[in-house]
């Protein structure tokens, strides 16, 4: 575990609807993009924190899914404007397994409805996760997005084949090269019903509109061009 706030979805198809982040450390993949590349590494006390930023009060690192819970609870008792939780990271699906499941059980049991935001690298996880969960936001990975990646996206779309829960994807662009592999992405997605997909462009590449525009084009599927908002506005509270 490496933090709990409560901001605005700021990627995918909730964005700026008000959400609680459980954000875990640890993760299997190194992207170039990493949103939060220091949450690859544990923290002895995970902060909590409200919509202002402010640090309501820290949970000792371990800590079990009835300590993540009773601090949800808490923070709706306090705000009172969310009902999503989305599990994110890092990588949410590196978690030991069980304690993972007692928390998305809880979670639900609460009436809250479970976000996960995963890299999808990992098949052999996706029927365990597999109706557990509300929703299942993919980040489709491609070889340009960072080392030992040459089988992408192919793992991802494995993992999307074995997920029959509501399901969206998104594909980071970075930089020219992802427009090349990005192609083959859309199409195996479109050959799932993976909808909608959004096309991501990295917060400071620089994109051609025209270029987005033929890309989104492909397949004939729900394809939107967004860039990450909480990047332009700050949703993260620091």
């Not at 371990?62 to 990271?89: H, K, Q």
């Not at 491609?142 to 084949?161: A, I, Q, T, V, Y």
């Not at 492909?218 to 949703?235: G, I, S, T």
Request: net charge negative.
């Amino acid at each position: 575990m490496y933090e709990v706030f409560l901001s605005l979805q700021g990627e995918g198809k909730f964005v700026g609807e008000p959400q609680a982040f459980v954000r875990f450390s640890g993760c299997n993949l190194r992207c170039a993009y990493c949103d939060e590349p220091a949450s690859r590494s544990s923290r002895r006390r995970a902060p909590i924190r409200r919509v202002s930023g402010e640090v309501e009060l820290e949970l000792p690192v371990p800590c079990g899914p009835e300590d993540v819970v009773e601090v949800l609870v808490e923070l709706e008792d306090l705000e009172d404007t969310f009902g999503t939780v989305s599990l994110t990271g890092g990588e949410p699906l590196v978690q030991p397994w069980g304690a993972l499941k007692e928390l998305i059980e809880r979670l639900r049991e609460r009436g809250f409805r479970v976000l996960l935001e995963t890299n999808a690298s990992l098949p052999d996880r996706a029927p365990l996760i597999d109706e557990l969960v509300d929703v299942v936001s993919a980040d489709v990975k491609l070889p340009s997005h960072g080392p030992n990646m040459d089988d992408f996206p192919d793992r991802c779309l494995r993992f999307l084949e074995r997920i029959s829960a509501e399901v969206y994807a998104k594909v980071v662009l970075v930089d020219e090269e992802c427009y090349r592999h990005a192609e083959s992405a859309l199409k195996g997605l479109h050959r799932l019903g993976v909808e909608p997909i959004y096309l991501q462009p990295a917060t400071g590449s620089e994109h051609d509109l025209e270029d987005l525009w033929v890309l989104a084009g492909l397949v004939n599927a729900d394809v939107r061009v967004l860039p990450q908002v909480h990047k332009l506005v700050d949703f993260i509270p620091r």
